[in-house]
């Protein structure tokens, strides 16, 4: 049971940091922002799997229920993550529309 709770929260620090390294990237704009956020992924990737490496070297953790719950728990909160995003964006354009879209004006 213990290491379901070591995997909900590492997903949870790791949700955490992945959404602090794309507040950072938002506030740059450049052509290096798309390579950024791919290398802050390949990083975030390569600590969680040696925290993972150090856990089952040196703890007697279940290592895969570690994984699994991890893996359920930053799903789970990158579907909000995205859900709350798209609704906000969908939010947003609806009140910039002023009246219909296209069409002819009659006169």
Do not use: D, W
């Not at 290491?3 to 990237?25: E, T």
């Amino acid at each position: 049971m213990i290491s379901v709770a070591i995997g909900l929260g590492l997903a949870v620090a790791y949700y955490a940091a992945s959404l602090r390294f794309q507040l950072l990237l938002t506030k740059r704009s450049g052509a290096l922002v798309p390579a950024l956020t791919a290398l802050g992924l390949v990083v975030r990737l390569t600590v969680f799997a040696v925290i993972l490496f150090l856990l089952a070297l040196f703890t007697e953790l279940n290592i895969l229920a570690v994984a699994i719950a991890f893996l359920g728990l930053f799903t789970v909160l990158q579907a909000v993550g995205m859900h709350r995003y798209v609704a906000k964006a969908k939010r947003g354009r609806s009140s910039e529309s002023s009246g219909p879209e296209g069409g002819a004006v009659a006169g």
